[in-house]
């Protein structure tokens, strides 16, 4: 067999593995960066309508929806689309999608409120209850993705 018939062989189901390596890696990369920016907004408290809070601020709700739009683009509507073939893990993600669309809708919903020019309208006095809230989300969020990564991965945990 010649190197490019082997090469062709073997390069539909190595792209897709590749292609979906590189969908988690960019939904991880996204999901830590938030979790960065979380941490640094939490960080600054007591929360005031400063450019400090409105910068830490205004760069998580950027993040937030960065991920919220990867989580979307890179997992869920590849697998919506029944581009995944595994009946395992389009039952696990069909299980825990309308847990994914709650969360997605929270998300947005914070950014609605917080990604704006100024705190000075009051709304400053709810940031720290809002983003408690926010975070408990996120984990629960997470966890949902862990599931379908790892399914996604064959049950790996090793990132390989």
């Keep these: 067999m010649s190197k490019n018939k082997e090469a062709e062989d073997l390069k539909p189901g190595e792209d897709r593995r590749q292609r979906r390596r590189e ?3 960019a939904l991880v990369n996204a999901r830590n960066q938030t979790l960065v920016e979380y941490s640094s907004l939490a960080g600054i408290r007591p929360y005031t309508p ?3 809070t409105e910068d830490a601020l205004k760069r ?3 993040t937030l929806v960065d991920y919220a739009a990867t989580a979307h683009f890179q997992l869920y509507r590849y ?3 029944g581009k995944e073939r ?3 893990v389009r039952a696990i993600a069909e299980q825990i999608y309308p847990q994914i669309v709650s969360s997605t809708d929270a998300i947005l919903d914070f950014n609605d409120r917080y990604d704006v020019a100024s705190l000075d309208d009051g709304r400053v006095e709810h940031l720290a209850d809002d983003l408690s809230q926010l975070g408990e989300i996120l ?3 997470i ?3 862990d599931r ?3 399914a996604l991965d064959g049950g790996r945990s090793d990132g390989k």
């Design 139 to 141: 984990a629960d969020r």
């Design 143 to 145: 966890q949902l993705e």
């Design 50 to 52: 400063e450019h400090r």
């Design 148 to 150: 379908i990564i790892e």
């Design 23 to 25: 969908r988690l890696h």
């Design 86 to 88: 595994r009946q395992a």
């Design 60 to 62: 998580f709700c950027q």
């Design 79 to 81: 697998i919506a689309d």
